[in-house]
């Protein structure tokens, strides 16, 4: 299991402009993101997810603007930001995972866990606050999207 943190772009995350296709990202503004938004493509974090075992990269995008505070973003809210995934098909790329999600966390505690592959690409583990409770997701791709498998409420 590899852990991923998401406070700085440290770790497996990385500038767009480093970690993406340029298609990519475009792909991304076209589908989620307002005709604004072109001039910030470059400044997201993505994180590129490779095992041997998949035939495509699966790339999770933050579209939360480093430069600006988390209140002065426009695809962030009371949730946390819109993190997106995507995979390289034939015809472009295709989204496979569209989640709001907040960084706060206790510290410590992974964000994102990468695990097995199944079905070509790898589960996801992710984590977020609910209340006085740890909310543990896991998600796994099915052919199609990611979808939640296992939900777990922890105390923390």
Known sequence: VYQVW??????????????APPELMEQAARDHLDSNFDEHLEQLAVMKILHREQ?????????RI?????????HCGTLGCLHLGYIQTD?????????????HLPPGTPFIEVGEVRDGMPELTIRQLDGAELMRVRLAFNSELYEPVETQFLPF
């Open 91 to 103: 015809s472009g790329y295709q989204n496979v995972l569209s989640m709001y999600l907040g960084s």
């Open 6 to 19: 998401p406070r700085s772009i440290g770790q497996n995350w990385q500038p767009a402009g480093i970690a």
């Open 55 to 63: 035939a495509t990269p699966l790339y999770l995008i933050n579209t």
């Open 66 to 74: 480093p430069s600006r505070s988390i209140y002065d973003n426009p």
